[in-house]
């Protein structure tokens, strides 16, 4: 078997064990979920699952990285798209994506210690990044903006109206209009003057 095949087959595996683990955290929670049971989910041995997860925790850490990589994944509209316009289309996916998992989301992030929701947000998606240099490069935005210090302040932004919308006491908002709206606030004081 080539290199290439082995690696594309342990995605396929990965992937397979991610939504097996994903599944069943959704039906009896993240604490109660043992890696025997997502082993008997994914119909392969115990040792496999730990072979390619050596911790359960390691499947939250995918789960994050996973949507992190979608963002990298979105098409740009045009070369020329304004990097603020990349921006909010980046929250906006971020926002449908918790909001097609709300449960699974809130649980998942209950589950996580106060250390490991800091490493969860960070490092700040790569595609934020990429846009906040993309802007600075075009004059859009500030140049003398350090883009690590804007990102992080995003990252913040995005995790605590997250935090916010997944209590369930909490008033009911609209998790993509909020985001939009902070988004805009950080943008308006970033614009190159």
């Known amino acids: 078997m080539t290199q290439g095949r082995r690696a594309a087959q342990r ?4 992937a397979r064990l991610l939504a097996a683990a994903l599944e069943l955290f959704g039906k009896y929670g993240y604490d109660a979920t043992t890696i025997d049971q997502i082993a008997a989910k994914a119909d392969v041995a115990r040792q496999t699952v730990l072979n390619h997860y050596p911790h359960k925790r390691d499947f939250m850490r995918a789960w994050g990285q996973d949507r992190r990589d979608q963002l990298l994944r979105l098409p740009e509209v ?6 603020a316009e990349q921006l909010r289309r980046y929250f906006a996916a971020l926002a449908a994506m918790n909001e097609q998992e709300r449960e699974l989301t809130g649980m998942l992030r209950a589950s996580l210690r106060h250390d490991e929701v800091l490493v969860q947000e960070k490092p700040v998606p790569q595609a934020v990044l990429t ?3 993309r802007g600075q490069a075009r004059g859009e935005f500030d140049p003398g903006a350090e883009p690590e210090l804007v990102a ?16 369930p006491a909490e008033r009911p908002f609209d998790l993509a209009k909020l985001l939009a709206v902070k988004l805009d606030l950080v943008l308006r004081g970033l614009v190159a003057r």
């Open 11 to 14: 995605e396929r595996m990965r």
């Open 131 to 133: 846009a906040i240099r």
């Open 78 to 83: 045009d070369g020329t798209e304004p990097a």
């Open 152 to 167: 992080e302040v995003l990252a913040a932004i995005y995790s605590d109206t997250l935090s916010r919308w997944l209590i």
